[in-house]
């Protein structure tokens, strides 16, 4: 599964890459950034209000790149009356006390799951968590803040070593995702379920070519 991950410095820029992209896609990824946690600041959720205070048909989950996710939980679960959240991405960095965490989990009306930077391990993660209780997992196979990071291969090893500690729930990959990593990315023995896609496709000076290719990368992997 494709989905687009936006990371927007205006709200205009975001409605114009929904707009942009919801003829091939119903499903976005927004990135938040405060700053903070990542060296790069986006719009902020605060910012989005206006955007979902009306009835939306598309699909939403949210990447909390910030050091306050608690206060960002909040404000994600007031726009679930207009627009379906399918996850919320919180860093495992980020968070102090796996307990305080789980019982925010039970809190939120919508899917609540976790993202590893390249630094953090699997291991360190099921040391701290029973991986039945985290619905998705997001890999980040850059490091994260900013689009255009370089791609690090030995991250894709990640998914492996979660399914070897048998999580058969969502894993998302995310970060440099493109029609020169693709290729690598889907030939893995165990790849990622959702494979996140940034400036690759809201940088495309042609989108009808680049969702072409994209489906033609992907159509290629499963006729093998």
């Known amino acids: 599964m494709i989905i687009p991950a936006l990371l927007n410095k205006t709200v205009e820029e975001f409605t114009t890459q929904v707009e942009q992209l919801s003829p091939y896609h119903t499903h976005f990824q927004v990135d938040i950034a405060d700053g903070k946690f990542v060296p790069n600041t986006t719009i902020s959720l605060a910012d989005l209000v206006p955007y979902f205070a009306s ?3 598309n699909v939403f989950d ?3 790149m910030v050091e306050d996710w608690k206060v960002s939980l909040k404000q994600v679960m007031t726009f679930t009356n207009n627009v379906t ?3 919320v991405l919180v860093h495992f960095g980020a968070i102090k006390d796996p307990a305080e965490f789980l019982t925010w989990k039970k809190k939120v009306n919508f899917p609540l799951g976790l993202v590893l930077n390249p630094e953090d391990s ?3 993660l099921v040391k701290q968590y029973s991986l039945s209780d985290i619905p998705a997992i997001q890999i980040m196979s850059v490091n994260p803040g900013f689009q255009g990071a370089p791609f690090l291969p030995a991250t894709l090893q990640k998914v492996e070593q979660l399914r070897n500690h048998n999580y058969r729930l969502k894993v ?3 970060g440099s995702v493109n029609g020169h990593t ?3 990315i889907v030939s893995q023995k ?3 379920d959702i494979l996140c896609i940034g400036s690759y496709l809201t940088k495309a000076e042609n989108l ?3 969702e072409k290719e994209l489906a033609h990368l992907l159509t290629e992997k499963r006729e093998k």
Request: proline share 12%.
């Open 172 to 174: 998302y990959l995310d």
């Open 182 to 184: 693709i290729p690598e």
């Open 190 to 192: 165990f790849p990622p």
């Open 122 to 124: 699997v291991e360190d």
């Open 55 to 57: 009835k939306n048909r």
């Open 62 to 64: 949210f990447h909390l």
């Open 85 to 87: 959240v399918d996850a």
């Open 208 to 210: 009808v070519q680049r």
